[in-house]
DNA sequence: GATGAATGAGTTTTCATTCAT
DNA sequence: TATGAATGAAAACTCATTCAT
């Protein structure tokens, strides 16, 4: 079996194990024993369990943003936009309930990996901040630091929403994302007409 | 020292180093020398690291529902409640940095001990939900899902906006409660009107 | 409460909890709580674990080897000596189901403690191989080391049977006794003819 | 070194430390370091103190059982066996103090894992209630509960028997063996005809 | 005489990590 | 490349024992 594919299975099996019992408590023992490889080989691949938890965190993270920046329509109208990125977003989720799951957990961790996933979740606060401050629309025009914050609320409105639904899976995934993007457009028109 | 302060003490050394390092990574041996005390102690005192875990989250739970509980205004308009509420969440986040912290750590971990925490957000998320749901006020009528789902969304955004302001010590309570407010009001606002 | 009496009562609770979990298992917390005491008090009367033992093992030998003692006719036959002390014997092991645990537990245990209770086993298997050496009786005249070891195997017996004999309350003590008597007795005899 | 020899070296030792010291004293850290090996293969081998010491005991166990089975005459009249049986066993004490130490600690020691060796010791019991009971000879012919006491009592003499023996060595095997094989066809008869 | 509070030293156990082959 | 065998370091927890009052 050639290395990038093992690499791939390694990586899948591991995240299982992350978003089941989160970083401390999935052991490397047993992560090489889901994966049908010795030890040492997940050494040989990864170089540690830090190694192993970024590597996946960065393939979760890296494709979170692939996936939302090729549904982005930088030229639309910003709530065309906030609902193309909406709909992606939750597709994600649908799609890699695990990956999300470590994502979401790492984010709040307190530990010294937060980094990455800090970095990750920046990136996309700082695009609903740039609706918040860029004046190409009626409803912009908010200044920082209340853009930052109110970018972070409306984040984790998602976060939030979105560890919801992986509860209540018989909810459709359009209704959920119509819901988050009617509350984020609510929430921007808000703080911007407050602003005024 | 009476037994009943030694503990007060000792939770409050926890809480510090449970925030820091979160639950796994802070040790009963690091917790105990914090506390100046020897391990024994610590567990004469709460039997075991997850006791003593549950008891500083009983305490610090307890705390935030008794503050805002004391702030309710059950009667008043639906605006006025969230106002209120929000000014006493932001000052329970503002004075209690670390039970915060670890709250809202536990509510995102994959750890047997999150019911606890589950349990005490859930009565939060379940005001709103009433808000969301009772017809008494112009912006009243949602049914579930969607109100417990909108109510889960608008608890996220608050925890997310709180976690913010906790790293942005200089941006005015009062400012960020107020951004908080006009979140949620106008979220809930615009749910209902989504929902006719 | 006069301290002897109180050493008693602890004495008694002690028994009990070394009769159920052995020396090792059994915690000096647990003791102390048993016997309604404070653990300076069990210390400030006993010294330590290891002398609480001593003195419990201390009280309980001293008791059994009066009862045997006093029992004893040393002068009658052989065969009579051997009912009376059998008859005393199986009474005490019935009035003192815990200490006669300890007692041989601690018999067969390899504990430097062993010494206490090892000495006093001496003494009743000494009792024995004298019978099988005094040349008074018919049966008499086995010499070392043959008579030591047969003794042994003797009182062995004994202490098997006693055992037993707890775990099958319903067996009358007579029946047991005249059981062993008539035991002992043949195997002294064999010894006895066959060295002839 | 290949795993299943390493498994009989450290039970070798293992033994040797519970026979020194008793269960609860020996300490895996010792275990270990008698080994020469490091804590972590202890417990990657046997899973846990426990784990090792029953791996011992089942192993000196199943020994001294298919020695008995293989010397055992079934066919033979009682006192053939006797001596048969009684030969192997004195010849296994010989051969494995510590191994027969552990096994008659445990069987007196009030600890959980009593079980298994008391089952080891109800099948050696059992064999000579047969004998007591099965009337294909002159001497059979008793009843329960009369026979499980008494083998319990024969029993009970060749353990005392084997433990003294091991602490005189210069007494001969064959002469040891001799005088159990009196005592217990002695014992059986003098059972046997007090019944009628 | 009596005790609540305290601890040093030890226990079993687990884990990430690395040789030797 | 691949792995069975191995370990240093640290974790949670317990216990006999003793102050200070």
């Excluded at 740039?130 to 998602?158: C, Q």
């Excluded at 994302?177 to 911007?192: H, M, P, R």
């Amino acid at each position: 079996m050639p290395r990038s594919m093992r690499e791939q299975m390694i990586l899948e099996v591991a995240g299982r194990a992350f978003a089941e019992a989160g970083y401390e408590r999935a052991s490397m023992d047993r992560i090489a024993q889901l994966a049908e490889i010795s030890k040492p080989m997940l050494y040989a691949y990864f170089g540690s369990k830090e190694g192993l938890y970024v590597a996946y965190i960065e393939r979760t993270g890296a494709d979170l943003v692939a996936r939302l920046v090729r549904a982005d329509r930088p030229h639309a109208p910003h709530s065309v936009r906030l609902r193309a990125l909406t709909a992606e977003f939750f597709c994600f989720v649908a799609e890699h309930r695990d990956g999300w799951t470590v994502l979401f957990m790492e984010m709040n961790a307190s530990r010294p990996l937060a980094e990455q996933v800090a970095h990750l979740r920046e990136r996309i606060v700082t695009e609903i901040r740039r609706m918040l401050e860029e004046g190409s629309e009626s409803w912009a025009g908010l200044a920082p630091p209340a853009s930052d914050g109110v970018a972070h609320a409306i984040v984790g409105a998602g976060d939030s929403l979105a560890n919801w639904w992986l509860k209540h899976p018989d909810v459709g995934r359009d209704e959920v994302a119509e819901w988050y993007a009617g509350l984020a457009q609510a929430a921007i028109t808000s703080a911007v007409s407050a602003h005024r």
